[in-house]
């Protein structure tokens, strides 16, 4: 159980476009997302949080108008790199907070998506 | 071992050896720290998870360890297997929402 998809996994486009990353929680309702940045051979880097119905809190120097993020319901959220450049080319990972039905916390991660700007 | 630049902490071991990982974590009002192992092109896996009140916990072949006075975490992997090569970080929580931070990670070889 605590299941958390991401799609796409890997994604190439070209300089300028726009790519949206979808985050499902898909066996239990995800009050919060965190959505992190990867750098090949570094650690993971918290990007922003974001919780259900209201706007997401970004992290001290990432771009708020350049990662949007969405979390429409309590199942998924999206982040759209805006313009993206070849310096945004990452893994982009999230994971989601929330209950089960047993009542017990989950905070799982999903698979990640490699995002790759031409 | 230390982090120089960007590169990766290494600890390279022989297979069925026990291995044991450090971190030193930031916050010494974080008061949940967990393991996860992250192997190549994937998310992280959850591994175990300790809380601020205890200073050693047990898993299935995993310990972890945690000096509050020196803000170090340790986990050790008992009878190491090939299976367990991959990058291990240690993340601290220090707040209510699991907002987690996560420490420069350590790549484990294991050879066989």
């Known amino acids: 159980g605590a299941v958390v998809s991401q799609h796409p996994s890997w994604v190439i486009c070209k300089s300028g476009t726009s790519v949206k990353i979808e985050c499902r929680s898909l066996d239990f309702q995800a009050t919060t997302m965190f959505w992190y940045r990867q750098f090949p051979k570094q650690s993971l880097m918290l990007m922003a949080t974001?919780?259900?119905?209201?706007?997401?809190?970004?992290e001290q120097g990432v771009e708020k108008d350049k990662f949007l993020i969405n979390h429409a319901s309590l199942t998924l959220s999206t982040l759209t790199v805006t313009s993206a450049h070849p310096e945004d080319s990452s893994f982009y990972i999230c994971?989601?907070?929330?209950?089960?039905?047993?009542?017990?916390?989950?905070?799982?991660f999903g698979a990640g998506s490699r995002l790759t700007v031409l | 071992g230390e982090s120089v630049g960007l590169h990766l902490p290494t600890l390279s071991v022989q297979e069925g050896d026990n291995s044991i990982i450090n971190c030193a974590y930031s916050n010494s009002a974080s008061d949940y720290f967990i393991w996860y192992k992250q192997e190549s092109g994937k998310g992280p896996q959850f591994i175990i998870d300790i809380r601020s009140n205890m200073d050693k916990r047990q898993g299935q072949r995993v310990t972890v360890l945690l000096n509050k006075t020196v803000k170090h975490l340790s986990l050790q992997i008992a009878a190491t297997q090939p299976g367990d090569s991959a990058v291990y970080f240690c993340?601290?929580?220090?707040?209510?929402?699991?907002?987690?931070?996560f420490g420069k990670g350590t790549l484990l070889t294991v050879n066989p």
């Open positions: 974001s919780n259900e119905g209201s706007k997401a809190t970004y």
């Open positions: 993340a601290e929580k220090g707040g209510s929402n699991y907002k987690l931070t």
């Open positions: 994971s989601a907070m929330g209950a089960k039905i047993s009542g017990a916390n989950v905070l799982t």
